[in-house]
């Protein structure tokens, strides 16, 4: 009977184990949020899940917040003190096909530092970034894995002139906006394609009044007083084609924009009160969407695609669905915000993660924390200090324990949807 036992035993062993195994890999979801000060040179870390804070990383000066595409890394353009710092999110993921893997770890300010003269625009797409100077005479395109490494491979794209423009990445080349040749100080007059050489790949294409631009799915736009400059790359290099302005719009142009996830759209300002939505395939590119008052943020939903959000000067949300291209909701957050003033007044800013809507309210030193699906506010948040710029990294993965795990010492890309 023993011998009998014995294998029984060591089966109900091993078949226990596997159990405890098949618990071990789970789904986790992590999400963070990054809020910089209006005033103080400080980033704030917060887990976007319960609000607690996690960590505060002094920078040189106050900082604007960039994520990049992967979430992996979050960057403090500091303009005024002349340097980008670079902090790791602490949340990665690596794809495997038929599920992502999440590692989830401590955010840090890491040692590296990116110096220049006036840092302005921040453009990165699949994983290469161009910081823009605009007291330069060169635009810096680097990778993000380098500054994880803890150092810095970029080379330094020359444009002509200093001005205030804007630089887009691509493999080997760069997208460059072509300064006014009368003033530098005037908006620039087109955009051309570069080598990260420097070398000229193409002619200039006119874009007059260059300002604003934002990526969506396989296409980056950039605003011009004559309508969109829509670049795309569909072999080795960039292409740029012109959409212009329809003839319905009433007079005026994109000075901001931003672009849509899981959909591709760019959603632009258009005059004070109104903004533009812009779907670069349809024959109706452009629709005209009348707000309640001055527009002062925007923001895309990542989760739920069709909906995009505009915080105006009376404190309300409005939910904006990009299908229908209306407004479908509105909600009163906070005070007033008045757009008369100085333009960097201390304003609310929107983030968006999972399936919560923060936004900063600077003058009441919290964060306000609403569901996507009703727009109601859950909780807020206290801030110590004006919290202004905010941006959201994380999303859901799965967690291997115990003895099921992958070999990680392969190269990982980073193009899973967060």
């Known amino acids: ?106 955010a840090k300010l890491l040692k590296i530092e990116i110096k220049g003269n006036k840092p302005g625009h921040f453009v990165e797409r699949q994983g290469k970034v161009a910081q823009w100077f605009d007291g330069e005479q060169y635009t810096l ?29 691509y493999d080997n ?13 005037k908006r620039p007059v087109g955009a051309r394609i570069v080598g990260l050489d420097s070398k000229k790949a193409g002619e200039n294409i006119l874009c007059p009044g260059l300002h604003g631009s934002a990526g969506s799915g396989d296409t980056y736009a950039l605003s011009c ?27 005026g142009s994109v000075s901001t924009m931003i672009g849509g996830k899981g959909m591709q759209y760019f959603i632009g300002n258009y005059g004070p009160d109104r903004i533009l939505l812009i779907d670069p395939s349809d024959t109706q590119s452009f629709r005209l969407v009348q707000l309640p008052t001055r527009r002062v943020h925007f923001a895309v939903d990542p989760v739920h695609p069709k909906f995009a959000y505009v915080f105006t000067e009376d404190g309300k949300l409005n939910q904006v669905d990009v299908i229908k291209g209306q407004i479908t909701k509105s909600v009163r957050v906070t005070d007033a915000y008045s757009m008369d003033g100085h333009w960097n007044d201390p304003r609310p800013r929107i983030a968006v993660a999972d399936d919560k809507i923060f936004i900063t309210d600077p003058l009441q030193s919290k964060i306000h924390v609403l569901g996507t699906s009703d727009l109601k506010e859950i909780t807020d948040i206290k801030v110590e200090g004006h919290p202004f710029n905010i941006v959201a990294v994380g999303g859901t993965g799965m967690k291997h324990d115990g003895e099921h795990h992958h070999d990680h010492n392969h190269h990982h890309d980073h193009e899973h949807a967060h």
């Open 1 to 106: 009977m023993k011998k009998l036992l014995l294998p029984l035993t060591i089966s109900a062993a091993l078949i226990s184990t596997m159990g405890n195994m098949a618990l071990a890999d789970e789904n986790v979801s992590a999400w963070r949020l990054f809020v910089s000060d209006h005033d103080k040179p400080m980033v704030n870390v917060i887990d976007a899940v319960d609000g607690k804070k996690l960590d505060a990383f002094s920078t040189k000066g106050p900082a604007t917040l960039y994520r990049s595409e992967s979430g992996a890394t979050v960057y403090a353009v500091q303009g005024k003190a002349n340097t980008v710092s670079v902090i790791s999110s602490g949340i990665s993921f690596h794809d495997h096909g038929d599920h992502a893997d999440i590692d989830v770890g401590n």
């Open 141 to 169: 395109v680097y990778s993000e894995e380098s500054m994880l490494e803890g150092f810095n491979d970029g080379k330094r794209v020359f444009v002509g002139a200093p001005h205030h423009g804007v630089a887009v990445p």
């Open 173 to 185: 080349y760069a997208v460059i906006s072509v300064p006014n040749p009368e003033d530098a100080s």
């Open 225 to 251: 007083e004559t309508g969109i400059l829509l670049v795309s790359q569909k072999g080795d290099k960039p292409e740029i084609r012109h959409l212009p302005y329809s003839s319905n719009l009433p007079k």
